[in-house]
């Protein structure tokens, strides 16, 4: 072959290699989304356990460990999708730490 293109390293183009990143960015759209739904889904979840745990008038059942551990997950998974940009993973982890600072916070 003495077609320069190739010679470069060049690789030819198709209209089906060419669609190939559009559907991959299309999945990672839908992929995003139900990342969020489902993520907002365990926000509501916890939030249950906030408005629990601020109603109650005796103490606490919750273990500050358990709510301190789940603050620092939620924080490192705030900033891993801060640092790689994923919206799911920014979205839900903001509003699951917010709550968990709620706990962190319920009358003791």
């Known amino acids: ?44 979840a916890q939030s249950t356990q906030v408005i ?3 109603q109650r008038s005796g103490p606490s059942s919750l273990l500050l460990p358990f709510v301190v551990a789940y603050w620092l997950s939620f924080a490192f998974w705030l900033a891993y999708g801060l640092f790689f940009k994923r919206t799911a993973i920014i979205v839900t982890n903001s509003i699951a730490l917010l709550l968990q600072t709620a706990l962190l916070l319920a009358p003791r």
């Not at 290699?17 to 559907?23: C, F, H, N, V």
């Not at 839908?30 to 489902?38: C, E, H, K, P, T």
């Open 1 to 44: 072959m003495n077609d320069s293109s190739h010679a470069q390293g060049a690789q030819p183009t198709s209209s089906a290699s060419a669609a190939a990143p559009a559907r991959q960015r299309l999945f990672e759209k839908y992929w995003d989304r139900a990342g969020v739904l489902i993520g907002l889904l365990g926000c509501l």
């Open 52 to 54: 629990s745990e601020w």
